[in-house]
């Protein structure tokens, strides 16, 4: 008997080696919660893959869908484990999708972004076409260059899907920043430490061992949102507990005033290019990465600003 399209990355429970959107799905860590599988497309041409999170029950209809896009050299089940967003959630209501760049990188300029940023409008319409995602409840996270991509789709057209984006350790890449223009007000919160010696605060030439990238300012980040966000003047800072006086960070909550969708940094004063609460080496391919904070976890923030947003 033909297995519904929705149900075969479940059913991978017993059976490995069942197809979904023409690939095999695996086993997973806890199947008492979720089913974890790979999937992949087509896109492009190319054969382009994620690892797709979602709970075993099969009367949940459609649900709100969370796309994590990893750093540089990563992967999608890398960032899975390093950044931890499954345990902050603790839902069977939310749906996530870890996509792979192409050997491990996003594309750095308008032309090579675009094929990730077709492949992921793909994904997500497969994802809604297969009546598993909430075409209104579409969330984006990314981190280090897949938050780079990130800021890239919210600030053209592709921004539309989103319901609301958080990024980690990035900064807008400046071949897009005098053009970036949000389609609508988007829900922004962005994580950045203020000396990071990977991805300026204060904008500059990126220093990964792979690519040297023109990012701006944080602030400057921040701007083209505000705008689109109709944000009024000022900012309302909120100091966080220091919960180790002993790591060189202090971290904060700064959330612009009057938006009509929420634009929040959490800025890391001395924080470098590390992802908050999740243990982390001192380098990153061989690359100082800077102080790590631990006076708050990056994935729990994340969580409680799509909570918010009604997610």
């Known amino acids: ?8 990355i479940l059913h991978a429970f017993a059976l490995v080696g069942l197809c979904w959107f023409g690939v095999e799905a695996v086993a997973f860590s806890n199947p008492a919660v979720a ?12 054969r382009r893959t994620a690892v797709l999170v979602e709970s075993e029950r099969l009367k949940l209809g459609r649900r709100p869908l969370i796309v994590v896009l990893h750093g ?21 209501n939310v749906i996530l999708v870890y996509p ?15 094929r990730d940023i077709d492949f992921l409008r793909t994904l997500i319409d497969q994802l809604i076409a297969n009546r598993t995602a909430d075409r209104r409840k579409i969330f984006l996270v990314g981190s280090s260059t897949g ?27 400046a071949d897009i920043a005098e053009s970036c223009q949000p389609p609508k007000p988007i ?9 990071n010696p990977i991805m300026p605060y204060a904008g500059g030439k990126t220093a990964f061992s792979d690519s040297k990238t023109d990012v701006v300012s944080t602030d400057a980040t921040l701007a083209p949102f505000a705008k689109a966000d109709g944000c009024g003047d000022g900012r309302t ?7 180790d006086p002993t790591d060189g960070t202090r971290s904060y909550i700064d959330r612009l005033n009057g938006c009509k969708a929420p634009v929040e940094l959490i800025r ?12 982390t080496a001192g380098t990153t391919r061989g690359q100082p990465v800077g102080a790590h904070t631990k006076d708050f976890d990056a994935a729990h923030m994340i969580w409680d600003f799509f909570r918010r947003l009604g997610v």
């Open 1 to 8: 008997m033909p297995v519904a399209p929705r149900q075969r």
């Open 35 to 46: 089913a974890a599988g790979h999937i992949a497309i087509e896109s492009g041409g190319v």
């Open 72 to 92: 540089g050299s990563g992967s999608g089940a890398r960032v899975r484990r390093s950044l931890g967003l499954e345990e902050a959630i603790r839902s069977r």
């Open 100 to 114: 792979d760049a192409i050997h491990g990188h996003w594309g750095d300029t308008k032309e090579t972004a675009q």
């Open 147 to 173: 938050g780079m991509l990130a800021l890239r789709i919210a600030c053209e057209r592709s921004g539309e899907i989103y319901a609301g984006i958080a990024t980690i350790i990035a900064n807008l890449p």
């Open 187 to 195: 829900p922004l919160m962005v994580i950045n430490g203020t000396a």
């Open 237 to 243: 800072t909120i100091a966080l507990p220091d919960k």
């Open 268 to 279: 890391i004063e001395g924080g470098g290019h590390t992802i908050p609460g999740r243990f």
